[in-house]
Nanobody
Framework: QVQLVESGGGLVQPGGSLRLSCAAS????????MSWYRQAPGKERELVAE????????KYADSMKGRFTISRDNAKNTVYLQMNSLKPEDTGVYYC?????????WGQGTQVTVSS
């Protein structure tokens, strides 16, 4: 069955860094665009970053540009999100998503808390 398992979340101080990972199984990972979303308390889920199936194209939400980097390793069926210069407003649950045509799969999420 399809699985997306996020890891790497936790508590970090403002200005710190975290690297999230999302390990995929049960589908042809290299055929899917992968993205990271986040949902802050009381807010709707929003797109953080997306990477194309072979990694040639990336896009970011404006507030993450220059701080976050999305990457993927198709040999390991894993997508990453490197987050630097973290701010309290980056706090939320971070989800990875796999998308190909009308197919879409979500992970369960990993909590990121930015606080001093």
């Amino acid at each position: 069955q399809v699985q997306l398992v996020e890891s790497g979340g936790g508590l970090v101080q403002p200005g710190g860094s975290l690297r999230l990972s999302c390990a995929a199984s049960g589908f042809t990972f290299s055929s899917y665009a992968m993205s990271w979303y986040r949902q802050a308390p009381g807010k709707e889920r929003e797109l953080v970053a997306e990477i194309s199936s072979i990694g040639g194209n990336r896009k970011y939400a404006d507030s993450m540009k220059g701080r976050f980097t999305i990457s993927r390793d198709n040999a390991k069926n894993t997508v990453y999100l490197q987050m630097n210069s973290l701010k309290p407003e980056d706090t939320g649950v971070y989800y990875c998503k796999a998308r190909s045509g009308t197919y879409a799969y979500w992970g369960q999420g990993t909590q990121v808390t930015v606080s001093s």
